[in-house]
């Protein structure tokens, strides 16, 4: 898992997205905002996005990414850090919650709806997903955006199709409880991809739910989103 960091301060590790990559970050603000609050950005590329490894089966489950953030807190000296995850990253954060929340201060999700539990996905969409990652003909035209998003970040689709053989993204979270990480829930009023969020934020209880109105990937450009956001991760700052 290749990691950049800026600033100096606390660590706050940056999640990105399905399709996306590590430095999304930065053209969205996030960086420059939370080195000017104090915190070091940290930011990783899951294998397939960006310049991470290669992908394959044994390392693109969300167990597998999950343990990838864990090793790289390791890497860092990090004993636990804050996390910001947005869409799959969202789901790497909330996994990490639930398994590893001592490695864990706060937590922020954006992104992430009913669609990320595994018992709830659409698995006609997700195949609808597969086919179109792995250039198969006459793919559901919805997903042509996605795809589309993987080619812009620099990302060979046809690389990215192991995240969606074995339950795949949008399919990663197998076990909820109440969280027992402060953590902050941002829900995008129109979001195309994950449209509802009511069952899982139900079962994971969060600190605060913030919802606002923006598409999928608009949320990660707003600034109260980002203001809002840094200032749940600065109520957990070590003194």
Known sequence: MKLETYGAGEAVVLLHGFTSRGDSWRRWGWVDRLVAHGFVATLVDFPGHGDGAPPDAENTTITALAAQVVDMLDQIGAADACLVGFSMGGGVALHLAVEVPERLRRVVVAGVGD???????????????????????????WTDSIVRNAELAGNDPRGLVSFLRHGGWPGGLARLEALRVPTLFVVAEDDEYMPTAARLLAELAPAQVLRC???????????????????FLAQGRIE
Not at 115 to 141: S, T
Not at 213 to 231: C, F, R, Y
Request: charged share 25%; proline share 7%.
């Open 115 to 141: 669609e990320a539990v595994n018992a709830w996905h659409d698995d006609k969409r997700i195949a609808e997903l597969r086919a179109a990652f792995a250039g198969e003909p006459a793919p559901a035209r």
């Open 213 to 231: 109105a923006g598409s999928h990937h608009e949320i990660l450009g707003d600034p109260t989103v980002q203001e809002a956001a840094v200032a």
